[in-house]
């Protein structure tokens, strides 16, 4: 079984975009499933991000999170003021 790895040092401005994303998703493949919401509620918490007017780029402009990140975490919940869905 090879080890994923990731880059610790880098900068997003330093690393190729498509490379990022990969390493992104990467990342959140190798979260241990205790740690991450079964993929309905994955998929239903996107489902309301893409809906909401603070989505731009992938990103959160209420705490800059990556949507797809944040929303696959059991301990995670939506960081607006009203927010749109729970830990």
């Not at 690393?15 to 994303?21: H, L």
């Not at 241990?32 to 809906?51: A, N, P, Q, S, T």
């Not at 995670?76 to 869905?85: M, N, R």
């Amino acid at each position: 079984m090879s080890e994923t790895r990731f880059c610790k040092k880098c900068l997003l401005r330093d690393m190729d975009q498509t490379a990022y994303f990969k390493n992104l998703f990467e990342y959140i493949d190798a979260l241990e499933d205790e740690k991450k919401v079964v993929k309905e509620e994955y998929e239903r918490r996107l489902l309301i991000c893409k809906e909401c007017d603070e989505l731009i780029s992938g990103m959160c402009k209420v705490c800059g999170c990556y949507v797809e990140l944040r929303a696959v975490l059991k301990n995670s919940s939506c960081p607006a003021v009203h927010p749109k869905w729970q830990s």
